[in-house]
């Protein structure tokens, strides 16, 4: 199946700095999905994504299919921002598959 | 519109035993995918339904089973526990199959 690799795999930062999280998978996709697990397991949607670019608030996300990756950006980060980040592409059309995370702290 | 949600929240069983989870997508949402969560193997694909129907199945063993009913709630069951079945449970639902999937609270189930 499809192989997802998310970089960095811990983040530290101060409150209001910028971000960049890093999804690689190793087959073109045709869905793909950015989720945020907050402390308390509840995972997220933030935006679902096969391509091109889109902005909510804060964050922004880019999925560039035809080299296999996604980034998501998160601007002015806040306290509540902290938890961990997932990317799910779709497995050949099959189901969606979780990289392992990025885990973000943010510092107060 | 009310969100997906998942009961029990928190389960304890025993090994050996057999559990049953259920999840009540969101209203109108005709797929439900179920996910294991573990500190070692990540969120890992269990199965999709639609329809009442299974459309995909991930690498778990037989002991892990489901179902769809015709208002689209779905459960799980797990048969025979492990201990290596404590885990978060999640569900999702979307409109369409791999459609922008919504999550579930999950229910934490420990085996001892």
């Known amino acids: 199946g499809i192989q997802v690799e998310q970089s960095p795999p811990d983040l530290i930062l101060q409150e209001g700095a910028n971000s960049t999280l890093r999804c690689n998978f190793s087959d073109s996709v045709n869905n793909l999905q950015w989720f945020h697990q907050n402390p308390w397991g509840q995972l997220i949607n933030l935006f679902y994504i096969p391509s091109g670019t889109k902005q909510n608030g804060r964050l922004s996300a880019t999925t560039v299919a035809t080299e296999r990756y996604s980034l998501l950006y998160i601007s002015s980060s806040q306290t509540t921002d902290s938890g961990v980040y997932f990317c799910a592409p779709d497995n050949y059309g099959q189901n969606f598959v979780f990289g392992p995370g990025t885990r973000l702290s943010v510092l107060p | 519109k009310a969100g997906v949600t998942q009961t029990p929240r928190y389960l304890i069983k025993t090994r050996g035993q057999q559990v049953t989870l259920s999840c009540s997508p969101i209203?109108?949402?005709?797929?439900v995918s179920w996910y294991q969560q573990t500190p070692g193997q990540g969120l890992q694909f269990l199965f999709e339904?639609?329809?009442?129907?299974?459309?995909n199945k991930g690498n778990f063993p037989g002991r892990f089973s489901g179902r769809q009913f015709s208002n689209s709630r779905s459960e799980m069951n797990v048969s025979t526990l492990e201990l290596g079945d404590s885990a978060l449970y999640l569900c999702?639902?979307?409109?369409?199959?791999?459609?922008?999937?919504?999550f579930g609270p999950g229910t934490r189930l420990t085996v001892t």
């Open positions: 999702a639902s979307s409109l369409l199959l791999l459609g922008e999937q919504y």
């Open positions: 339904y639609f329809s009442e129907t299974q459309r």
């Open positions: 209203s109108g949402h005709r797929s």
